[in-house]
């Protein structure tokens, strides 16, 4: 995979490079879909609708003033528990470059803090505003432990482009792994959006989020932030073999023991397919459906809601 394409840098900066793609599903391509700036309180809402309707999973870097204002705790589960990733885009979107280290160092940890308050565990990756590092920010980012992720392909919704100039945009930067970048934030996004989850799918492309977003211990961490009273949170891998193969966790911790109900949706009608271990795992073999299969995990203590655990189409492990 080549360097990802970022904005013109001014002289003296770097452009990010890539990082190398995993291997793909067998007999698909995947794509990293990626959204900027949010969260914003009805379009990214809508967002994960529309990515939840074509069994997506994406990531998605908030700038920590914005993630601030809009979102708490149960938000911020309710991406991950649909199998989205987290990564910083900064506290308040400057150019990183025009900062002194004190308030560079500043800038990040405090976005770092909003996710991790939020999330349970810190960020491990990092998109820097408007694309743009320099030697000195790129040293910074690798003390913070923070992998740094560009872009391949820029649908350039800031110039309201009509959906074919969007996709054209991406066609042209099109290869295997490749980065979409987008903004959770316009209307523009979401029709682009509709319509590149519609035509890539169409030709086999699957979705998933950036694995060097995803820390090893997000699971452990997740849990261990959950208090008596919180509503349950939970994850999902996909195999397909010859039947959809569900294996994934959920906890509760008001149900320590597990037993936690596995509700998929099968052609309109919710159905309990299995219940968590004590371990906090499940594994069981669903129905094959026409489309995207839907999960959730019934909360059976006090009356708060279920954990979502996302739409998922078929074709290989996701993590």
């Not at 069994?55 to 589960?77: C, H, N």
């Not at 959906?163 to 903004?183: D, S």
């Not at 936690?260 to 309990?272: C, K, M, T």
Request: net charge negative; with cysteine.
């Amino acid at each position: 995979m080549g360097w990802r394409i970022l904005v013109a840098m001014a002289a003296g900066l770097l452009v990010v490079p890539a990082l190398p793609a995993p291997a793909s599903p067998a007999g698909s391509r995947v794509m990293y879909l990626t959204f900027d700036d949010g969260p914003h309180p009805l379009f990214t809402p809508i967002v994960l609708r529309l990515l939840a309707e074509h069994g997506a999973r994406a990531t998605f870097f908030p700038s920590g003033q914005t993630l601030r204002l809009f979102w708490g705790d149960e938000e911020m589960q309710d991406l991950l528990d649909r199998g989205h990733a987290i990564g910083s885009h900064s506290w308040v979107h400057h150019r990183l470059p025009d900062l002194s280290q004190v308030d560079l160092e500043r800038d990040l940890t405090r976005a770092s803090a909003a996710i991790e308050a939020r999330a349970g565990f810190r960020p491990t990756c990092v998109r820097a505003p408007y694309g743009i590092t320099d030697p000195r920010v790129e040293r910074t980012f690798a003390e913070m432990h923070l992998d740094v992720v560009g872009w391949d392909a820029d649908p350039e919704e800031w110039s309201s482009p009509s959906i074919e100039e969007a996709l054209a945009h991406v066609r042209k930067w099109e290869e295997e792994g490749m980065v979409v970048l987008l903004h959770d934030r316009k209307w523009q996004t979401l029709a682009i959006l509709q319509a590149l989850l519609e035509r890539y799918a169409g030709e086999g492309w699957v979705f998933e989020p950036l694995p060097e977003c995803i820390p090893e211990s997000t699971r452990v961490e997740r849990s261990a932030r959950r208090t008596a009273g919180d509503s349950p949170i939970g994850g999902v891998d996909l195999v397909r073999v010859d039947r959809i193969y569900l294996d994934g966790w959920a906890f509760d911790p008001d149900a320590l023991e597990g037993g936690l109900e596995v509700v998929v949706n099968v052609d309109g009608r919710p159905r309990v397919v299995a219940r968590t271990d004590a371990d906090h795992r499940f594994s069981v073999s669903a129905p094959d459906v026409d489309g995207p299969l839907c999960v959730w995990v019934r909360n059976q203590g006090r009356v708060r809601e279920d954990a979502f655990l996302g739409c998922h189409e078929g074709g290989g492990s996701r993590g």
